[in-house]
């Protein structure tokens, strides 16, 4: 059983909106030297032809870049645990020259990880028209929908930025969970077991045929002196209840709303729209992020490519805990 924290987090991760004047704190935008470099290795992977796969970081050599990137890591790992790098040409490369970069970038980070039961180690973040989150069989990041803050299920997410939305929308908006848990334990502490007990979550048809359809994860749990979050969707929460018959009771929905309002609050969040060329990078473990809902032109959707990975400096955390951290299983063919 984790031992549930009792003292406030403190660090950068524990942050709240006043500790930023503006984008310029998280944003950093690369250099033409740095995009040069990347062309140069992007352009030498595609005459190999190779997998994606079967790429490594020495297939994709970013001396200077990489020197950024590892920046980047540093600030997902042990600091405030989000950050942006921009200026990503997205405008002059293909869709496929697009993937290729984003995965060479990737390789710097991290380990990439599955998505989903279809093995996707970068899946498009768009409107796919299967309906909205009542849709038991669709997963979040396949509707136009607002999402409420959740996290995903690897360490780090990476969201590349393709094309915004025609008519307005999908503003990203993050909080520290770090915040939230501190914001908990001064005025809520007699609900902090919930959450280190936490959810039944909907596998949404993605199990395979001999797993239950639904699964437990703890909202927060205690490790090695480290505190890490896991905040699924709470759509999925809300589905899960029809496959296990189990109804929510009215402390759980009252606790998942705290969560949400606590998150939410003006002096908690910080808001950004992503850019095209923009690649937004967040800590799963301290951040939670949500984004508003947006609508297409005709003949133009928004578009990001999501990578799910975990870096070297991956903290040590029990398997149980981040259920689905090291990629979602294959069990469609």
Known sequence: MTSILTEPVTGPSAWRAADFTGEDDWVVT?????????DVALTSARIRELPLEAL?????????LGKTIERAVQDLEF??????????????????????????????????????????????????????????????YRTRNALPF?????????????????????????A?????????????????????????????TEEGSQELPYYRNAVYGYFD??????????????????KTGIPLSAIERHALRLFQDIAERDD???????????????????????????????????DL????????YARCIPEDFARFRRGMPRTRR
């Open 268 to 302: 908690h969040r910080v808001e950004m729209t992503l850019r095209p060329g923009d690649l937004q990078l967040l800590n799963n473990n301290v951040v939670v992020h949500g984004r508003s809902a947006y609508e297409d032109d005709p003949g133009r959707r928004r």
């Open 176 to 204: 520290s969970s770090m915040t939230v848990h501190n914001h908990l334990l001064t005025h809520h502490r007699e609900l902090l077991g919930l959450y280190y007990r936490g959810f039944v979550y909907d596998r949404r």
């Open 150 to 174: 959740h996290t995903d299920s690897s360490d780090i997410v990476g969201l590349l930025c393709l094309r915004g939305a025609g008519q307005g929308g999908g503003v990203s908006t993050l």
């Open 56 to 64: 490594t970081m020495a297939d994709f050599p970013l001396p200077a």
């Open 225 to 242: 002196g480290q505190l890490s979050c896991r905040f699924y969707m709470t759509h999925y929460i809300e589905s899960a209840v029809a």
């Open 79 to 140: 600091g405030r645990g989000f950050t942006v790098l921009r200026g990503l040409p997205v405008e002059r490369w293909t869709p496929d020259e697009a993937r290729l970069a984003y995965w060479g970038i990737a390789l710097h980070l991290g380990t990439p990880v599955s998505q989903n039961a279809d093995g996707e180690l970068i899946a498009h973040v768009k409107d796919y028209d299967e309906g909205g989150l009542d849709n038991p069989a669709t997963r979040a």
């Open 305 to 312: 490519l999501r990578l799910w990975l975990n870096t070297r």
């Open 30 to 38: 690369l250099t033409p030297e740095e995009i040069r470099e990347l």
